[in-house]
Protein backbone atom coordinates (compact mmCIF):
# COMPACT_ATOMS: atom_id res chain seq x y z
CA UNK A 1 0.00 0.00 0.00
CA UNK A 2 1.60 3.15 -0.85
CA UNK A 3 1.23 6.67 0.15
CA UNK A 4 -1.56 7.32 -2.45
CA UNK A 5 -3.66 4.52 -1.25
CA UNK A 6 -3.33 5.32 2.29
CA UNK A 7 -4.59 8.82 1.35
CA UNK A 8 -7.35 7.92 -0.40
CA UNK A 9 -8.40 5.82 2.00
CA UNK A 10 -8.85 8.45 4.72
CA UNK A 11 -10.15 10.91 2.85
CA UNK A 12 -12.63 8.16 1.78
CA UNK A 13 -13.73 7.35 4.82
CA UNK A 14 -13.61 10.78 6.31
CA UNK A 15 -16.36 11.96 3.18
CA UNK A 16 -18.30 9.20 3.91
CA UNK A 17 -18.25 8.97 7.47
CA UNK A 18 -18.90 12.75 7.52
CA UNK A 19 -22.19 12.14 5.33
CA UNK A 20 -23.30 9.41 7.16
CA UNK A 21 -23.08 11.05 10.41
CA UNK A 22 -24.50 14.61 8.89
CA UNK A 23 -27.94 12.87 8.07
CA UNK A 24 -28.29 11.11 11.29
CA UNK A 25 -27.19 14.21 13.45
CA UNK A 26 -29.68 15.60 15.59
CA UNK A 27 -28.19 19.11 16.10
CA UNK A 28 -28.39 21.13 12.93
CA UNK A 29 -25.32 22.72 13.45
CA UNK A 30 -23.16 19.71 14.53
CA UNK A 31 -25.00 18.18 10.50
CA UNK A 32 -23.14 21.41 9.34
CA UNK A 33 -19.39 20.58 11.01
CA UNK A 34 -20.10 16.93 9.57
CA UNK A 35 -20.82 18.56 6.54
CA UNK A 36 -17.62 20.68 6.39
CA UNK A 37 -15.94 17.66 7.13
CA UNK A 38 -17.00 15.63 4.22
CA UNK A 39 -16.76 18.54 1.81
CA UNK A 40 -12.95 19.09 2.82
CA UNK A 41 -12.28 15.42 2.33
CA UNK A 42 -14.04 15.73 -0.82
CA UNK A 43 -11.69 18.51 -1.68
CA UNK A 44 -8.57 16.02 -0.94
CA UNK A 45 -9.75 13.47 -3.53
CA UNK A 46 -9.79 16.18 -6.22
CA UNK A 47 -6.05 16.77 -5.03
CA UNK A 48 -5.56 12.92 -5.66
CA UNK A 49 -7.02 13.12 -8.66
CA UNK A 50 -4.95 15.88 -10.24
CA UNK A 51 -7.65 18.90 -10.42
CA UNK A 52 -6.08 21.21 -7.61
CA UNK A 53 -8.09 24.37 -9.29
CA UNK A 54 -11.40 22.27 -8.17
CA UNK A 55 -10.03 21.26 -4.89
CA UNK A 56 -9.67 25.11 -3.96
CA UNK A 57 -12.80 25.94 -5.51
CA UNK A 58 -14.53 23.31 -3.75
CA UNK A 59 -13.05 24.43 -0.31
CA UNK A 60 -13.89 27.93 -1.33
CA UNK A 61 -17.67 27.75 -2.19
CA UNK A 62 -18.58 24.69 -0.57
CA UNK A 63 -16.69 24.35 2.47
CA UNK A 64 -16.16 28.28 2.68
CA UNK A 65 -19.39 30.35 1.35
CA UNK A 66 -22.29 27.75 1.56
CA UNK A 67 -21.69 26.15 4.96
CA UNK A 68 -21.09 29.69 6.31
CA UNK A 69 -24.54 30.91 5.07
CA UNK A 70 -26.39 27.40 6.35
CA UNK A 71 -25.00 27.83 9.78
CA UNK A 72 -26.17 32.18 9.36
CA UNK A 73 -29.52 30.22 8.82
CA UNK A 74 -29.33 27.62 11.46
CA UNK A 75 -28.14 30.16 13.46
CA UNK A 76 -30.66 33.03 12.62
CA UNK A 77 -33.52 30.94 12.74
CA UNK A 78 -32.61 29.39 15.97
CA UNK A 79 -33.08 25.71 14.90
CA UNK A 80 -32.54 23.47 18.23
CA UNK A 81 -32.18 19.96 17.82
CA UNK A 82 -35.05 17.95 16.92
CA UNK A 83 -37.33 17.30 19.88
CA UNK A 84 -39.90 14.85 20.22
CA UNK A 85 -41.90 13.29 17.34
CA UNK A 86 -39.62 15.00 14.55
CA UNK A 87 -36.61 13.86 15.47
CA UNK A 88 -38.27 9.93 14.56
CA UNK A 89 -37.88 8.84 10.95
CA UNK A 90 -41.19 7.98 9.79
CA UNK A 91 -41.18 4.43 9.07
CA UNK A 92 -42.93 4.84 5.60
CA UNK A 93 -40.52 6.90 4.43
CA UNK A 94 -37.57 5.22 6.11
CA UNK A 95 -38.30 2.10 4.27
CA UNK A 96 -38.61 3.84 1.03
CA UNK A 97 -35.45 5.55 1.68
CA UNK A 98 -33.29 2.30 2.99
CA UNK A 99 -35.46 0.27 -0.04
CA UNK A 100 -34.16 2.61 -3.16
CA UNK A 101 -30.76 2.87 -1.43
CA UNK A 102 -30.45 -0.61 -1.76
CA UNK A 103 -31.66 -0.57 -5.27
CA UNK A 104 -29.18 2.60 -6.26
CA UNK A 105 -26.33 0.79 -4.86
CA UNK A 106 -26.58 -2.62 -6.19
CA UNK A 107 -27.31 -0.94 -9.86
CA UNK A 108 -24.04 0.88 -9.34
CA UNK A 109 -22.20 -2.10 -8.02
CA UNK A 110 -23.16 -4.00 -11.35
CA UNK A 111 -22.40 -1.00 -12.91
CA UNK A 112 -18.59 -0.78 -11.33
CA UNK A 113 -18.02 -4.96 -11.51
CA UNK A 114 -18.44 -5.20 -15.46
CA UNK A 115 -17.43 -1.58 -16.30
CA UNK A 116 -15.32 -2.13 -18.97
CA UNK A 117 -15.58 0.98 -20.76
CA UNK A 118 -14.51 3.36 -18.14
CA UNK A 119 -10.76 2.04 -17.22
CA UNK A 120 -10.17 -1.26 -19.47
CA UNK A 121 -9.26 1.36 -22.10
CA UNK A 122 -8.60 4.82 -20.51
CA UNK A 123 -7.07 6.48 -23.76
CA UNK A 124 -9.90 5.58 -26.05
CA UNK A 125 -12.48 5.96 -23.20
CA UNK A 126 -14.88 8.86 -24.35
CA UNK A 127 -16.44 7.06 -27.31
CA UNK A 128 -18.20 10.66 -28.64
CA UNK A 129 -14.95 12.55 -29.06
CA UNK A 130 -15.39 14.40 -31.90
CA UNK A 131 -17.60 16.67 -29.37
CA UNK A 132 -15.63 19.72 -29.21
CA UNK A 133 -16.12 23.09 -31.29
CA UNK A 134 -12.42 24.33 -30.72
CA UNK A 135 -10.30 23.52 -33.93
CA UNK A 136 -12.13 20.00 -34.20
CA UNK A 137 -9.92 18.63 -30.96
CA UNK A 138 -11.13 17.92 -27.44
CA UNK A 139 -10.11 19.51 -24.53
CA UNK A 140 -7.13 17.37 -22.61
CA UNK A 141 -7.43 17.09 -18.88
CA UNK A 142 -4.64 19.70 -17.31
CA UNK A 143 -4.13 20.42 -14.10
CA UNK A 144 -3.18 24.31 -14.82
CA UNK A 145 -5.70 27.20 -13.86
CA UNK A 146 -5.29 28.05 -17.42
CA UNK A 147 -6.31 25.76 -19.44
CA UNK A 148 -9.73 25.74 -16.93
CA UNK A 149 -9.83 29.79 -18.32
CA UNK A 150 -9.27 28.37 -21.81
CA UNK A 151 -11.68 25.77 -21.79
CA UNK A 152 -14.13 28.16 -20.46
CA UNK A 153 -14.44 31.48 -22.10
CA UNK A 154 -13.55 28.97 -25.68
CA UNK A 155 -16.11 26.35 -25.79
CA UNK A 156 -18.07 26.60 -22.81
CA UNK A 157 -18.42 30.83 -23.38
CA UNK A 158 -22.11 30.52 -23.84
CA UNK A 159 -22.47 28.07 -20.61
CA UNK A 160 -20.78 30.04 -18.61
CA UNK A 161 -23.18 33.19 -20.03
CA UNK A 162 -25.75 31.53 -18.70
CA UNK A 163 -23.90 30.24 -15.45
CA UNK A 164 -23.45 34.30 -15.22
CA UNK A 165 -27.60 34.99 -15.84
CA UNK A 166 -28.66 32.08 -13.63
CA UNK A 167 -26.09 33.67 -10.45
CA UNK A 168 -27.92 36.98 -11.54
CA UNK A 169 -31.23 35.39 -11.19
CA UNK A 170 -30.94 33.68 -8.15
CA UNK A 171 -29.51 36.98 -6.64
CA UNK A 172 -32.74 39.04 -7.46
CA UNK A 173 -34.74 36.09 -6.14
CA UNK A 174 -33.26 36.00 -2.90
CA UNK A 175 -33.56 39.73 -2.60
CA UNK A 176 -36.97 39.66 -3.77
CA UNK A 177 -37.60 36.62 -1.35
CA UNK A 178 -36.15 37.99 1.86
CA UNK A 179 -37.75 41.54 1.47
CA UNK A 180 -40.26 42.52 4.05
CA UNK A 181 -43.57 42.28 2.12
CA UNK A 182 -45.58 45.45 3.37
CA UNK A 183 -49.12 43.94 1.82
CA UNK A 184 -48.50 40.53 3.32
CA UNK A 185 -49.03 41.17 7.36
CA UNK B 1 -5.56 -3.00 -2.00
CA UNK B 2 -3.08 -2.63 -4.61
CA UNK B 3 -3.37 0.65 -6.25
CA UNK B 4 -6.41 3.38 -6.82
CA UNK B 5 -8.44 3.27 -9.79
CA UNK B 6 -10.88 5.08 -11.21
CA UNK B 7 -13.17 2.51 -10.05
CA UNK B 8 -12.46 3.08 -6.60
CA UNK B 9 -13.39 6.74 -6.83
CA UNK B 10 -16.57 5.66 -8.84
CA UNK B 11 -17.47 3.24 -5.91
CA UNK B 12 -17.07 6.10 -3.34
CA UNK B 13 -19.04 8.72 -5.49
CA UNK B 14 -21.75 6.22 -5.44
CA UNK B 15 -22.18 5.90 -2.09
CA UNK B 16 -22.23 9.55 -1.29
CA UNK B 17 -24.93 9.96 -3.86
CA UNK B 18 -26.73 7.26 -1.87
CA UNK B 19 -26.06 8.50 1.11
CA UNK B 20 -26.99 12.22 0.43
CA UNK B 21 -30.23 10.35 -1.71
CA UNK B 22 -30.80 8.50 2.13
CA UNK B 23 -30.89 12.27 3.64
CA UNK B 24 -32.85 13.33 1.38
CA UNK B 25 -35.72 11.18 1.85
CA UNK B 26 -35.95 10.42 5.74
CA UNK B 27 -35.01 13.56 6.90
CA UNK B 28 -37.53 15.64 7.71
CA UNK B 29 -35.61 18.80 8.64
CA UNK B 30 -35.69 21.05 5.79
CA UNK B 31 -32.49 22.83 6.51
CA UNK B 32 -30.99 18.91 6.41
CA UNK B 33 -32.59 17.95 3.42
CA UNK B 34 -30.69 20.61 1.65
CA UNK B 35 -27.58 20.04 3.18
CA UNK B 36 -28.42 16.18 2.13
CA UNK B 37 -28.67 17.68 -1.39
CA UNK B 38 -25.47 18.93 -1.11
CA UNK B 39 -24.24 16.21 -0.22
CA UNK B 40 -25.47 14.17 -3.49
CA UNK B 41 -24.25 17.27 -6.08
CA UNK B 42 -20.86 16.26 -4.25
CA UNK B 43 -20.94 12.92 -5.11
CA UNK B 44 -21.70 13.85 -8.56
CA UNK B 45 -18.78 16.12 -8.78
CA UNK B 46 -16.82 13.51 -7.72
CA UNK B 47 -17.97 11.28 -10.27
CA UNK B 48 -17.09 13.88 -12.99
CA UNK B 49 -13.43 14.34 -11.95
CA UNK B 50 -12.69 10.65 -11.76
CA UNK B 51 -13.98 10.12 -15.29
CA UNK B 52 -12.47 13.16 -16.57
CA UNK B 53 -9.17 12.45 -14.97
CA UNK B 54 -8.87 8.49 -16.36
CA UNK B 55 -10.14 9.64 -19.71
CA UNK B 56 -7.98 12.51 -19.56
CA UNK B 57 -10.64 14.78 -20.83
CA UNK B 58 -11.18 18.54 -19.46
CA UNK B 59 -14.67 18.31 -20.26
CA UNK B 60 -15.61 16.42 -16.73
CA UNK B 61 -14.03 19.46 -15.21
CA UNK B 62 -15.15 21.86 -16.33
CA UNK B 63 -18.68 20.87 -16.00
CA UNK B 64 -18.31 20.56 -12.43
CA UNK B 65 -17.25 24.39 -12.04
CA UNK B 66 -21.11 24.97 -13.49
CA UNK B 67 -22.57 22.48 -11.23
CA UNK B 68 -20.86 24.25 -7.87
CA UNK B 69 -22.48 27.79 -9.76
CA UNK B 70 -25.79 25.94 -9.96
CA UNK B 71 -25.25 24.69 -6.71
CA UNK B 72 -24.59 27.88 -5.05
CA UNK B 73 -27.59 29.57 -7.12
CA UNK B 74 -30.03 27.10 -5.38
CA UNK B 75 -28.22 26.81 -1.77
CA UNK B 76 -28.97 31.01 -1.85
CA UNK B 77 -32.57 30.56 -3.22
CA UNK B 78 -33.69 27.54 -1.08
CA UNK B 79 -32.44 28.72 2.45
CA UNK B 80 -34.27 31.95 1.05
CA UNK B 81 -37.58 30.09 0.56
CA UNK B 82 -36.93 28.33 4.04
CA UNK B 83 -36.61 31.48 5.82
CA UNK B 84 -40.24 32.73 4.04
CA UNK B 85 -41.28 29.67 4.77
CA UNK B 86 -40.57 29.40 8.39
CA UNK B 87 -41.82 33.22 8.77
CA UNK B 88 -45.03 32.01 7.66
CA UNK B 89 -45.37 28.70 10.03
CA UNK B 90 -42.78 28.84 12.41
CA UNK B 91 -41.32 25.72 11.91
CA UNK B 92 -38.48 24.09 9.11
CA UNK B 93 -39.96 20.65 9.43
CA UNK B 94 -41.37 19.25 6.15
CA UNK B 95 -44.70 17.88 8.15
CA UNK B 96 -45.37 21.44 8.74
CA UNK B 97 -45.76 22.76 5.19
CA UNK B 98 -48.50 19.93 4.36
CA UNK B 99 -51.05 22.45 3.62
CA UNK B 100 -51.95 20.58 0.03
CA UNK B 101 -51.80 16.81 1.51
CA UNK B 102 -54.99 16.40 2.59
Redo the contacts between chains.
Sequence with gaps: MNFVDLLFLIFATLALGGGVLMIFSRHPVSAAMFMIVSMVSVAGLFVLLEAFFLAILQVLVYAGAVMVLFLFIIMLLDVGPDAGKTSRVKFISGLAGVVCFGILMVLCLIAVVDASPVCGSCSSWPALSENSLVNGQSLLFSTSVKSFGFGLFSKYMLPIQVAGFLLLAAMVGVIILSKRVALDR | ????????????S??????????V?????L??V???L??ML?GV??AL???????????G??F???I??????????G??????L?KKRRS??S?DAALLQN
Excluded at chain 2, 4 to 10: A, E, M
Excluded at chain 2, 25 to 29: E, L
Excluded at chain 2, 49 to 57: C, I
Design positions: MEYVTPQHFLLLFLLFGVGFLGVIRRNLLLMSELNNLVSFSRAGLNLDSLVFFMTVAAAEVAVLALLVAYVFE
